[in-house]
């Protein structure tokens, strides 16, 4: 039996397994949601799954006409996806307490990944839905025009939207249990700004913050309708903006890889850059 939680422990399951496949999907309807640069998502049957705790937390937005997005109203987590027509559920890895036994076995919508974020591994890689799953390449998404010196982002619903100007200080994958957790994901991206280089464009009065108990400065800030990750501003006067939520490119990329032995047993670091075990000196 395997167990898995949001990021405040409020929405708990358990999944019997066999989990049968396991997915980076890189779509931006996903990088948006999660607010990572992708999700990661491990399919088994429904029947082996029950909710422990927290079901009557769970906001679903209607993303599409089929596609339904569950996530934790309090902390924003995604949650899992119960598919009764083809008897299955979706578990975001990133929520898993336990090695399920398995690691991705290919990229999804890998046509529609960030330019900012490369994939650096061997795996199969699908311009859209993979031919197991019908193929195709989903849903049309708005485009951003790149603006010189400004990047521009926005939450899944589009209620929520904001602008960056000039380039953020630094950029880093963390692979700490917290932030696989807020994120629903392999790990986070963040892009660290400083306050007065974030604008909000609209939707600011959509935004929910959540801080997490005994954390001095971790939590997450996700909008209220469909609970994608969107910047959140922190005591230091800087902007901790997750990459995923990004429309247009930032002019930056990673440095490193960051709590790095804190990384999923499921996931391996590709890269090539630089792996901390906590910090690096400037962090």
């Given at each position: 039996m395997y167990t898995g939680t949001?990021?405040?422990?409020?929405?708990?399951?358990?999944?019997?397994?066999?989990?049968?496949?396991?997915?980076n999907c890189h779509c931006s309807m996903c990088r948006k949601h999660h607010g990572a640069m992708?999700?990661?998502?491990?399919?088994?049957p429904d029947t082996g799954f029950r909710w422990v705790s927290g079901q009557d937390n769970i906001e679903t937005y209607p993303s599409s006409e089929n596609g339904r997005r569950p996530f934790c109203r309090t902390c924003g987590s995604v949650t899992p996806m119960l598919l009764p027509a083809m008897n299955l559920v979706l578990i975001p890895a990133g929520n898993l307490q336990d090695d399920p036994g398995l690691k991705p076995q290919m990229h999804m919508f890998a046509g529609s990944r960030a330019p900012w974020y490369p994939i650096t591994d061997g795996l199969p890689q699908h311009p859209g839905y993979p031919p197991q799953f019908g193929g195709g390449m989903g849903i049309d998404r708005p485009h951003f025009p790149q603006i010189p010196g400004v990047t521009h982002g926005?939450?899944?619903?589009?209620?929520?939207a904001w602008e960056l100007a000039g380039k953020p200080e630094r950029m880093q994958n963390c692979h700490c249990s917290r932030c696989r957790r807020a994120r629903s994901a392999?790990?986070?991206?963040?892009?660290f700004y400083l306050r007065e280089q974030l604008t909000w464009l609209q939707g600011?009065?959509?935004?929910?913050?959540?801080?997490l108990p005994g954390a001095k400065h971790f939590g997450q800030d996700f909008c209220g309708?469909?609970?994608?990750?969107?910047?959140r501003v922190v005591s230091s006067g800087r902007a901790v903006v997750?990459?995923?939520?990004?429309?247009t490119d930032p002019g930056a990329r990673p440095?490193?890889?960051?709590f790095a032995t804190s990384r999923a047993s499921w996931f391996e670091i590709t890269d090539g850059l630089p792996q901390w075990e906590t910090y690096p000196a400037r962090a």
């Open positions: 949001c990021l405040c422990g409020t929405v708990r399951y358990e999944v019997a397994g066999p989990f049968a496949m396991m997915a992708f999700s990661t998502f491990v399919s088994a926005s939450c899944l619903c589009g209620a929520v392999a790990h986070a991206t963040n892009a600011e009065s959509e935004v929910k913050r959540y801080s309708r469909c609970g994608s990750s969107v910047p997750p990459c995923g939520s990004l429309d440095l490193g890889n960051i």
